[in-house]
């Protein structure tokens, strides 16, 4: 199987940008930890794709957390991301398997219905005081149409977002990737006729990497022999939860509440909501974290 990674290009005589990722490692590892149905993991494999690039548009220390909030059976979806290639999510409701039952694409995964209607929101962690969050309407909850409609609202940037999984009979990941185009300032009309050209013949870019086309091909092919590549990062997906950082988040609970976990329960279990690891916190750990917290109360006032 091919490694997961992303290239950022320029094209067509510096006027598009293009990124091209192929995540299927990614999306299998996610699948394992969230065991997701057939769906549910084509929607938050595009989800994790689409996000992991965005993540690149970063500088070092930034991030960005994606949501999904929608009123389809999987209800919403969460990814975070930065600009290291790597994204981690979750997904509200994981047991979807809808196909859709005729037309053109009878038999194929129903990812629009799985997500239904909502809203698509990106908070931005530039590393300052205040972060920044945008937000813009499903199109379809096919994820692709869905970031590109959120570039042009949003960002004022014309872009073709494409993301796409293949889910085998067996519930693993057979191909994954995705690709966002985004047209510059200064590209010509004849330019964008000719992505529009591309694009409306291009095959899915699952099945473009199912028929073993690697990120470089598939860039090629967008941009016509004319691509310029400036990275080449591998993707992960990557899980940072600690004990320290589930500590933390018990300190910031109420006294009261800090005070009925250790009589009450003697004890406290965490889940991480991204890798589902588990943080066991005796009662002598759980009285440290309040005595801690009330000696910090005391010393600032």
């Known amino acids: 199987m091919m490694n997961d990674y992303l290239l950022i290009a320029t094209a067509y005589e510096k006027s598009v940008r293009i990124y091209v990722a192929c995540s299927t490692n990614l999306v299998e590892e996610m699948s394992k930890i969230h065991g997701t149905w057939p769906t549910a ?10 996000s992991v690039m965005m993540g690149m548009m970063y500088k070092e220390k930034e991030r960005i957390t994606l949501r999904i909030q929608s009123n389809g059976p999987i209800e919403s979806m969460l990814a975070e991301a930065n600009a290291m290639g790597e994204v981690r999510g979750e997904i509200k409701n994981p047991n979807v398997y809808l196909k ?10 129903n990812v629009g219905a799985a997500v239904g ?8 962690d530039l590393d300052m005081k205040d972060f920044f969050t945008s937000s813009s309407e499903l199109q379809t909850g096919e994820i692709g149409d869905d970031f590109t409609y959120y570039f042009a609202k949003s960002e004022q940037t014309p872009s073709s977002v494409g993301v796409g999984v293949l889910v085998n009979p067996d519930l693993k990941v057979k191909a994954s990737g995705g690709y966002i185009l985004q047209v510059l300032p200064n590209a010509s009309e004849e330019t ?3 992505l529009e050209e591309i694009i409306g013949h291009l095959p899915a870019i699952s099945t473009l990497i199912d028929h073993g086309q690697t990120p470089e091909e598939i860039l090629s092919l967008l941009a016509s022999g004319t691509e310029q590549i400036l990275k080449k990062q591998p993707i992960f997906y990557k899980c940072h939860c600690s004990k320290e950082g589930f500590a933390k988040s018990l300190s910031t609970l109420d006294d009261q509440t800090l005070h009925s976990i250790i009589h009450e329960d003697g004890q406290a279990e ?8 588990k943080y066991l916190f005796t009662k002598e750990e759980l009285q440290h974290i309040h005595e801690h917290k009330k000696n910090k109360k005391k010393s600032d006032s």
Not at 41 to 50: D, N, V
Not at 117 to 124: A, D, N, R, S, V
């Open 100 to 109: 859709y039952e005729e037309g053109s694409k009878k038999g194929k995964l």
């Open 117 to 124: 209607q909502g809203f698509l929101y990106i908070t931005k």
């Open 270 to 277: 965490i889940e991480c909501h991204f890798c589902k690891k």
């Open 41 to 50: 993991t084509a929607a938050l494999g595009r989800f994790l794709t689409a």
């Open 192 to 194: 964008i006729k000719r």
